[in-house]
């Protein structure tokens, strides 16, 4: 397995990572959480990952749970990366949930903040290394208000980095990452261009 680093970060990640959405929502075949924790362990003891990917909205908590559990006595040697911004604390929105149907989002201070400490209590850590804006659509990009509370979490060491997890409904480009402490760096600055002009080009 090969690793990099974030750059301008301590955090080493493997260049494979491991998603937890197929293991805690069942959409594609049920897994026990015992399933779940025994794959996990066997990605990082056998083939050497250690970046692990999840979301609050995963099985609502479940995926973060099963990476507690796969983890707990490793916390140091694995990279954890979670994402915020649906409320999946609203119970209404919730029970008239169907299928893949987006639940309403949040990106205001207090929220993202409550979500980030409860995706800390359910992964048993007092940090994340990579947390992640699930799904945000650009006026969320343009909205500074987002990424200073992103920096303060980060000055309080609560995170290690910051991004956003984008698809392509209304936003700049599937998957593109942007690290938070780096948006004045050059690369990113040209990054930052880049998907900025292919997302106009698209919507011309």
Wanted: charged share 30%; hydrophobic share 30%.
């Amino acid at each position: 397995m090969r690793y990099r680093e974030f750059p301008g970060t301590d955090v080493r990640a493997s260049e494979i990572g491991f998603g937890t959405w197929t293991l805690s929502t069942g959409w594609w075949g049920e897994k026990t959480d015992e399933e779940a924790v025994e794959m996990l362990r066997t990605a990082h003891s056998k083939y050497g990952i250690n970046f692990f990917d999840t979301a609050d909205t995963y099985g609502n908590g479940r995926g973060e749970r099963q990476l507690a559990q796969a983890f707990r006595d490793k916390r140091s040697q694995v990279v954890y990366s979670t994402k915020i911004g649906y409320d999946i604390y609203d119970a209404a929105a919730q029970s008239e949930r169907r299928g893949q149907n987006e639940l309403p989002q949040k990106f205001d201070r207090d929220y993202m903040r409550f979500a980030l400490d409860k995706s800390l209590e359910r992964l048993g850590t007092d940090h994340i290394e990579v947390l992640q804006l699930h799904n945000i659509k650009m006026e969320h990009v343009r909205d500074a208000a987002i990424w200073q509370t992103l920096r303060a979490m980060k000055d309080e060491g609560l995170i290690r980095a910051a991004s956003r997890q984008c698809d392509d409904r209304g936003s700049p480009r599937h998957g593109a990452w942007l690290l938070l402490q780096h948006q004045s760096h050059p690369r990113v600055r040209h990054a930052r261009r880049q998907i900025h002009r292919r997302h106009c080009i698209s919507r011309q």
